[in-house]
């Protein structure tokens, strides 16, 4: 039995559809807006600005070199061996975030989408970790269906949103985004459909 | 209900053992060992010769490139727009798999492991392409215990085998090995489970 799952997903995929249903079956906490709203509520700046902040990250800064040379390990803020450079905003909400997600397994059984998840408790015993993929043409049509049409072509914010996701991921982490083996389990949902995807999911995690 | 599943691995991930156990399942056809015997007794090659051409590509040689430049998609070997570069005795193997993998599904539902099957079916309705992989330690505690030990230290072994596939891979795809886009579903046995993970394929393939 497992006790998290984090779900990193491609733009229009449905992984954040695919969450919400794994943590309605299992009965867990489902942290995708609520992760947000807990912030907003820690950190005291807006929902809005945590969120655009989450995917925004346009420049790979020098966060992890920082972190490496400040012998920051574990747990971030205050104390031996935490992050002691001089963090810009982002940094300093990344900070925040990360804390919040190592004390939210602490609570419960949950399933928590995005922000770096599947990394901050990647030495977590009982976390299954999950990404969730899909072709093209799968994605555009249902950022169409779900967010309607925009001047940009799906194409484009498809590919924009991604690039987004990966330059953070990559600064914060210093892994590659959607690198299969950094997962527990990656699943092209295009193919074998949004349902199917969260059922497998849930099943995994009751073994 | 899907009829063909292709299935490749990380050397020591058990990938092999899982496709034998959801081919087992389905009762379907298991084509490993069973595709080096076929290919040799088409050939005239010995199974020996076969085998470790398969995973012996050291080189990245200009196979993709002669196949472009001669306009060959789809069927090799014959015909126009074939392939007809001057091939050296691997391409020429490769060919003859090639055109073997793509008849195998006319005979009957199968599972077939690794030779790059992947991509030869990539365009094929109702095929699941698997990879499985896994963490170091739990590979090289499987390498040494199903193969023995060896002179070389197992994290060595490792590395030279999917070193070699990778090669192949791309020699002959032109795609990266193991990237998650390129499969329906990526695996984590050592997290997992291997028998977790047939029940999984052998599930979604049924669906």
Redesign the interface.
């Known amino acids: 039995m497992k006790k998290v799952i984090t779900i990193s997903r491609e733009f229009g995929s449905g992984g954040r559809t695919i969450g919400r249903e794994v943590a309605e079956q299992l009965g867990w906490a489902f942290y995708d807006r609520a992760l947000v709203e807990r912030l907003a509520k820690e950190s005291g700046y807006s929902e809005e600005f945590i969120e655009k902040r989450g995917e925004d990250a346009t420049t790979t800064s020098s966060f992890l070199f920082n972190l490496a040379r400040s012998g920051g390990t574990g747990n971030y803020g205050g104390g031996a061996g935490s992050y002691d450079g001089t963090p810009g905003l982002s940094d300093k909400l990344f900070v925040m975030e990360y804390n919040l997600i190592k004390r939210l397994p602490e609570e419960g059984p949950c399933v928590i989408v995005g922000r770096c998840s599947d990394y901050i408790l990647r030495d977590l015993p009982d976390a ?1 970790h999950i ?1 969730v ?1 899909a072709d093209e043409s799968f994605k555009a049509d249902r950022i169409v269906r779900l967010y309607g049409e925009r001047d940009d072509a799906p194409a484009k914010r498809l590919e924009e949103k991604d690039k987004k996701r990966k330059v953070f991921y990559k600064n914060y982490t210093g892994r590659s985004w ?4 950094n ?6 949902s295009g ?3 949004v349902e ?1 995807c969260a059922g ?1 999911i849930a ?2 995690a009751e ?1």
């Open positions: 299954l990404f993929f959607g690198r299969s083996q997962y527990d389990l990656c699943l092209n193919k074998l459909g199917n497998v099943h995994l073994l």
